[in-house]
């Protein structure tokens, strides 16, 4: 089994920051691309930022230079710094990562955390 513990989501004012966490456990061979989405009710969920095995990293353009997303192999841990926070950045936020557990380590499937509060005030 896999498990993606998240954490750091709360209320905040405009301008403000948050940093958010994203922990897996479980018997892992090897986590490849890590990401975070997010989304508000009765909207699709997007894709915020995602950084892959060789360190590459991609962000939404409504996000690009306010986000910065980076990963702790040690510690099978993805985080999403969030500057400059906007009442528009207001959703859940989820991370997801791709990966291959042991002992089946040929597939490769995606998992969800729980889903992290993040609500900025104007």
């Known amino acids: 089994q896999v498990q993606l513990a998240e954490s750091g989501g709360g209320l905040v004012q405009a301008g403000g920051s948050l940093r958010l966490s994203c922990a897996v456990s479980?018997?892992?061979?090897?986590?490849?691309?890590m990401g975070w989405y997010r989304q508000d009710p009765g909207k699709q969920r997007e894709l915020v930022a995602a950084?892959?095995?060789?360190?590459?990293?991609n962000y939404v353009d409504s996000v690009k230079g306010r986000f910065t997303i980076s990963r702790d192999n040690a510690k099978n841990t993805v985080y999403l710094q969030m500057n400059s926070l906007k009442p528009e950045d207001t959703a859940v936020y989820y991370c997801?990562?791709?990966?291959?557990?042991?002992?089946?380590?040929?597939?490769?499937?995606?998992?969800w955390g729980q889903g992290t509060q993040v609500t900025v005030s104007s």
């Open positions: 479980g018997r892992i061979f090897r986590i490849n691309t």
């Open positions: 997801n990562a791709q990966i291959r557990l042991l002992p089946d380590w040929s597939r490769e499937l995606g998992y």
């Open positions: 950084v892959f095995s060789d360190g590459t990293t």
